[in-house]
């Protein structure tokens, strides 16, 4: 059996200490740091404790691998994601590893993302066990588990200049992989995640809006629909939730965000279980992490939680 941990949206603070002038040169990044301070401080002002609590949870399960979906950073500066690599090196020292990919925050102004300061950090943790597949520099990544499963990551997170927009979009070099990787003969037979940072729904089962979601989720969902043991997966949106399959589209799981005070949650996978494939609901309680047997969702899904 394989099992798989999916984290995401920590949003880490931006700790003065980690912050320089020049990073407010940017409106985007002001306006961010506006919302930080009258919104959102409080909401993850717990990210470490919660993190810690997660990762010493991860090693007392000794999970096959733990996935990461970005926004490991609240405004993207140089010195939070410094810090956030810091935080996260517990989890990437585990027997599971890391997987990681950049969120919008990560990304949040152009900046961050010329000086590719995220993959710089964090780039010793991207590998694919398909490199003939990465058509896009190290996108898509795809690791190999046992010989059920699979997760193929996609990056689609880019800054924008408009304060408005925080959507994403995977570019159509990084389609062409993502093409080559699911008609490879090592995924046949495998129930594969397919992991992002945007999804294409919200959680009421409408799609995303433009300002917001995954823009060209149609395309990807036309590939992803060629395979039969598909699972998307993202974060992003700071609530957990999930859409079982339908003719138009895979099973969606967005994992929330595991630090947003109230809401703190994940998912776990379990492939090749002896009843059945099944995501398990986690959640931050009492100071530890507790999976939610009672809480199941079969794969592929037939109902909604």
């Not at 995977?170 to 992989?177: F, K, M, R, S």
């Not at 699911?182 to 799609?207: E, K």
């Not at 609530?239 to 994940?266: D, K, L, M, W």
């Amino acid at each position: 059996m394989i099992r798989i941990l999916h984290f995401s949206d920590i949003h880490y603070l931006p700790h003065l200490g980690t912050l320089a002038l020049r990073d407010f040169f940017a409106l985007r990044r002001i306006a961010g740091w506006l919302n930080y301070a009258l919104f959102r401080r409080w909401r993850f002002a717990a990210s470490d404790a919660i993190v810690d609590a997660l990762a010493a949870w991860s090693a007392k399960e000794a999970f096959d691998a733990n996935l990461f979906t970005g926004d490991a950073t609240s405004l993207g500066t140089p010195g939070e994601i410094e810090l956030a690599r810091k935080k996260l090196d517990v989890f990437a020292h585990l027997p599971g590893g890391l997987l990681v990919i950049p969120g919008n925050h990560d990304r949040y102004v152009l900046d961050t993302s010329a000086g590719n300061r995220f993959d710089a950090t964090f780039s010793d943790l991207y590998r694919s066990d398909l490199p003939e597949t990465q058509t896009d520099g190290h996108w898509p990544q795809v690791r190999l588990f046992g010989s059920s499963a699979a997760i193929l990551l996609l990056h689609g997170a880019l800054p924008h200049r408009n304060i408005l927009f925080s959507s994403g979009s995977i570019p159509e070099v990084q389609l062409a992989g993502l093409d080559a990787a699911l008609s490879h003969a090592s995924l046949r037979n495998r129930t594969v995640l397919i992991a992002a940072h945007h999804g294409p729904f919200s959680s009421d089962g409408r799609h995303d809006s433009i300002f917001h979601g995954l823009d060209d989720s149609d395309a990807v969902f036309a590939r992803l629909r060629r395979h039969p043991g598909a699972i998307f997966v993202h974060g992003h949106i700071h609530q957990r939730f999930y859409h079982p399959a339908t003719n138009s589209h895979i099973p969606v799981f967005c994992a929330g965000s595991a630090t947003f005070a109230g809401r703190e949650s994940a998912w776990v996978f379990e492939i090749d279980h002896p009843t059945g494939n099944r995501a398990i609901p986690a959640d931050f309680t009492s100071g530890g992490w507790v999976a939610r047997y009672e809480n199941s969702v079969p794969l592929p899904c037939n109902t909604k939680l």
